[in-house]
């Protein structure tokens, strides 16, 4: 009598962590994407080729160098982290819509997984379709115009900081957003803003006071701006200071993340 009154059968049996189920959940969005590659993965990776050959022949040949670099190379390290923040964000925000429109969403609720453990298991697939994408672009720039990273770790760094943030905002995105033009609102109105006018194209100091100011408040730039350094060596802001504003900007955006699966926010109504 004395084990039946005391059985709690919300208690979770797994420890600490559930390792079966976050690695079942990380599987799935690993394989999701995995599955349809042509459109996750080819199709990016055509985009940034054809980001690059148009701007190569449209203003490389008539624009001098920026920050002491050609312009073609300037610019390759923002398309190639510009295509790994939308591929890594949409991972994320589609995988949970989908979900959410279709009804299925209870699947991933249902099992014993806190709300950690959801957020690394939508991490898991958006930072590693971010990644996938990277290491694609990163060759063909090698290969293609022989650039190559020119501090390699930093690279890495960056584009992982980069993926996990974008990653995070993508299931904020999806948990908030109630149907696909909601998502297609957020991701036209507020995602592509972001990466677009983050220094992707251009060197902030070209910019007016006013409008430079502003990009030094958006977490996409130093996140730009460190693959650039990373890449080819030059940065329009300290390295180190990039690396830190982006380390907290990917610990607040996974904490709102973790607080919406929590509590369930437009999940369980």
């Not at 390792?19 to 599955?35: D, M, Q």
């Not at 459109?39 to 008539?62: D, E, H, K, W, Y």
Request: charged letters at 10%; glycine letters at 10%; proline letters at 6%.
């Amino acid at each position: 009598m004395s084990d039946i009154a005391t059985y709690d059968p919300g208690a979770r049996r797994f420890g600490r962590v559930n390792w079966l189920g976050l690695y079942t959940l990380c599987e799935r969005e690993v394989k999701r994407f995995l599955n349809v590659w042509t459109q996750t993965l080819m199709a990016p990776l055509v985009t940034a080729g054809l980001f690059m050959v148009i701007f190569s022949i449209a203003i490389g040949p008539r624009r001098g160098e920026v920050m002491g670099v050609p312009f073609v190379t300037f610019i390759a390290p923002g398309i190639l982290m510009m295509t790994v923040i939308q591929n890594a964000f949409a991972n994320t925000s589609s995988s949970i819509v989908i979900s959410k429109v279709q009804g299925n969403i209870v699947d991933t609720l249902m099992p014993p997984l806190s709300g950690g453990e959801m957020v690394l298991g939508y991490l898991a697939g958006g930072v590693a379709r971010g990644l996938v994408v990277a290491v694609v672009i990163m060759l063909g720039l090698g290969l293609v115009l022989g650039l190559w990273p020119a501090h390699p770790i930093a690279a890495f760094a960056f584009v992982l900081l980069g993926a996990a943030f974008l990653a995070g905002l993508g299931m904020v995105a999806g948990i908030f957003a109630e149907k696909f033009d909601q998502m297609a609102a957020i991701t036209n109105f507020v995602v592509t803003p972001l990466a677009f006018l983050s220094g992707t194209f251009y060197s902030v100091d070209a910019l007016p006071p006013v409008m430079f100011e502003i990009t030094h408040f958006n977490p996409i730039f130093y996140l730009i701006d460190g693959a650039r350094w990373g890449m080819i060596g030059v940065s329009d802001s300290p390295p180190l200071m990039g690396f830190g504003i982006s380390v907290v900007s990917v610990i607040a955006i996974n904490l709102v993340a973790w607080s919406m699966f929590r509590r369930g926010y437009r999940l369980k109504d």
